[in-house]
């Protein structure tokens, strides 16, 4: 009897993508492959007892697993999820290494995005509670209620008992998409918090996939390198452990910012500008990238009116034109989705709730600790209003510094991109607050540009230490000096890591890479392409 057309050709690919696995898994890049994942099931494991978990579990107690969140249980919980976040962040140095030196290709690294991060989708939130806000929301816009208006306090019930106490009274500070998105999940649920959880983290993953689809590209427009880019703003435990496991909704919007600015480099500009367009939708800060894609939408224009021997419009007369049009699909698609979602523009004046949040990690509050600290011993003041007047200033500088940079990116379209970067930057240094995944939004930006390994070893330390900072419920551990302290260790580590395998020289022979320390050439020697090749199998 023949064989049905077809699938013998099946056959032998199914054979020869498990071997291509195996034979990866084989490898040192496989290696740590296999430890992030071990790692991702240990953050799993341990946040059902660490984590933000909610104030009353029911399920724990059904399973007879409530004592993991007490006592030894808990410091067992903890100790796991910490080992996690190690494992995972030695996982993705280790990759690292690799990928300067070109022995692991974009296709293998693509694959372990989802390898590393299925087994954080069954996780409690962990290191936030935001997603019990983000439902809350949700429920407040399925019930009538309107969350520009009021907050999560209104609706008594399951979903407000796990809101953080700060922002229970807070207006909704998210646009009409983030809302619709925790109605449509609420309504689909109810108040059911771990199935709510569970369908607002797969809402996230097109912004995950929007990531690694688009920083390939944007690396190759800018003179970066592909793999460098997935590994550093993909891969990154900084990312994958507090936007996934996190549940920010921070992930949708950067997806959708780098899409948007890589299709406005690939002269589709009306497409970038809506793409854009939806991530403001889902959160304000997209809207940062809108004036500098009008810059390059006009230097486009520029060369097209040069290619075709025509004599280019006058600068404002262009730029008159191209943000015209920008403006009208921007405001065509923000309209259309808060109709939808039945809302006006009320959560502008919600973004100022973040001025509840008060850590270290901005400067106007490390100006204000300086001050309160150094003089408050003979001035008595205290750093609520100190805190005021540095938010002021910062505020102030940070308009004049927007404009500024914005300005100066307007020649070229890596001058645009890169205004995109500082203006990230600089939005989070100088606002009233910032948190750790916030660094997300810059580093996304910058993982498309060239980049020395010198370079590259200060942002593995910075994402090290900023993915330490904070305990896995959720709280700042930036008050504690002994935890600051092991975190900074660790980050110095993980940096020199980069380029040293065992820097602490924990093994009998300590083997130093060759990365180089110039900048990083966007195509790999003939010998780590061939090497690259082997190592790209589909895990």
């Known amino acids: 009897m023949s064989a049905r057309p077809g699938t013998l050709d099946s056959s032998v690919d199914r054979r020869s993508w498990l ?55 808990y410091a067992l919980s903890t100790l796991i999820i910490w080992g996690g976040v190690l494992a995972m962040i030695i996982a993705w140095v280790r990759l690292g290494r690799s990928a300067i030196k070109g022995n692991v290709g974009l296709n293998a690294l693509s694959w372990t995005v989802p390898v590393w991060t299925a087994p954080m989708l069954f996780a409690v939130p962990m290191f ?47 646009g009409p998409i983030s809302l619709l998105l925790g109605a449509g999940i609420t309504t689909i649920t109810g108040d059911n918090v771990i199935a709510g959880t569970l369908l607002l ?12 689809w688009a920083l390939p590209r944007l690396a190759r427009q800018l003179g970066g390198r592909p793999t460098i880019a997935v590994w550093l703003a993909v891969l990154n435990p900084l990312v994958l452990i507090h936007l996934i496991g996190g549940v920010h909704n921070e992930l949708l919007m950067v ?4 899409a948007g600015i890589t299709v406005a480099l690939d002269r589709r500009h009306v497409a970038a500008v809506a793409i854009v367009a939806v991530g403001v939708a889902v959160k304000a800060m997209a809207a940062i990238a809108l004036p500098f894609i009008v810059w390059i939408w006009m230097i486009h224009e520029r060369e097209r009116a040069l290619a075709e021997d025509r004599e280019p ?40 709730g973040s001025a509840k949040i008060v850590n270290w990690l901005s400067l106007p509050t490390i100006m204000a600790h300086i001050v309160t600290v150094g003089t408050g011993w003979f001035t008595g003041l205290r750093l609520e209003p100190v805190l005021d007047v540095t938010r002021t200033i910062c505020a102030v500088v940070l308009v004049g510094l927007l404009v500024w940079i914005w300005w100066r990116s307007r020649k070229t379209e890596r001058d645009a991109v890169m205004g995109i970067l500082l203006a990230l930057v600089a939005i989070v240094i100088l606002s009233p607050a910032a948190l750790p995944w916030y ?18 070893q200060i942002l593995v330390g910075l994402s090290t ?6 305990q896995p419920d959720g709280s700042i551990g930036l008050y504690t000096f002994f935890h600051v302290a092991l975190a900074v260790v660790a980050a110095i580590v993980a940096a020199v890591s980069v380029r040293t395998v065992d ?17 990083i050439a966007e195509q790999p020697t003939q010998a780590t392409q061939a090497t690259s090749e082997r190592h790209s199998s589909p895990l």
């Open 19 to 73: 071997r291509a696995s195996s034979d990866y898994l084989r490898t040192p890049e496989g290696h740590a492959t296999i430890l992030g994942f071990v790692g991702a099931l240990m953050l799993t494991f341990g946040g059902f007892g660490a984590g933000s978990v909610r104030r009353y579990d029911p399920l724990l107690e059904d399973m007879r697993l409530s004592w993991l969140r007490f006592g030894h249980g």
């Open 128 to 174: 936030s509670r935001d997603a019990y806000s983000y439902l809350a929301q949700g429920a407040l816009l399925r019930d009538g209620f309107d969350p520009y208006a009021v907050g999560p306090v209104v609706n008594p019930g399951i979903l407000l008992d796990n809101v953080s106490n700060v922002w229970t009274t807070t207006t909704a500070p998210y």
């Open 201 to 212: 983290r797969l809402t996230m993953l097109p912004g995950l996939m929007l990531l690694v």
């Open 255 to 258: 997806g959708l910012m780098v």
């Open 313 to 352: 419009a006058t600068p404002l007369a262009l730029f008159v034109r191209t943000a015209g049009a920008g403006v009208a699909v921007f405001g065509t698609i923000f309209a259309a989705a808060s109709a939808v979602a039945g809302v006006g523009l009320g959560w502008l004046t919600a973004l100022s």
């Open 439 to 456: 660094y997300s939004w810059p580093l996304a930006i910058a993982a498309g540009f060239a980049m020395s390994t010198r370079t590259l």
């Open 465 to 470: 230490w900023l993915m330490l900072v904070f």
């Open 503 to 519: 820097p602490l020289r924990l093994r009998s022979v300590s083997e130093k890479t060759h990365a180089p320390t110039e900048q």
